[in-house]
């Protein structure tokens, strides 16, 4: 839970820095998960995925695959996703540092 709420901290950085529009933090959409029976996390991981993709696309960091479905189809399988979600966040995270 930290490393989602660390990353999407960072990527809201990393969003303000070229005018994009942050997602909402990481403990307020479990709260809102909770709330809404995980309909909110569904719809939020939607914007954490497009965020990432947006980034990639405005840093030139090429995550792949580019689609914010496929992405959160990724980030569902088991033991894979974390090698994934790591790599992808390493990208972007090198070239925005660039």
Same mark, same amino acid.
């Given at each position: #839970?930290?490393?989602?709420?660390?990353?999407? =901290?960072? /990527?809201?950085? #990393?969003? %303000?820095?070229?005018?994009? =529009?942050?997602? #909402? %933090?990481?403990?307020?959409?479990?709260?809102? %998960?909770?709330?809404?029976?995980?309909?909110?996390?569904?719809?939020? /991981?939607?914007?954490?995925?497009?965020? #990432?993709?947006?980034?990639?696309? =405005?840093?030139?960091? %090429?995550?792949?695959?580019?689609?914010?479905?496929?992405?959160?189809?990724?980030?569902?399988?088991?033991?894979?996703?974390?090698?994934?979600?790591?790599?992808?966040?390493?990208?972007? *995270?090198?070239?925005?540092? *660039?």
């Amino acid at each position: #839970m930290y490393i989602w709420y660390k990353m999407t =901290k960072d /990527m809201n950085d #990393m969003a %303000g820095k070229v005018d994009e =529009k942050p997602i #909402m %933090g990481f403990i307020l959409q479990l709260l809102l %998960g909770v709330i809404t029976c995980g309909i909110w996390s569904i719809v939020w /991981m939607f914007q954490f995925f497009g965020l #990432m993709g947006r980034l990639s696309d =405005k840093y030139g960091a %090429g995550i792949t695959p580019e689609n914010a479905f496929v992405k959160l189809i990724i980030s569902i399988i088991p033991i894979y996703s974390f090698y994934w979600m790591a790599d992808a966040y390493n990208k972007l *995270a090198e070239k925005a540092e *660039a």
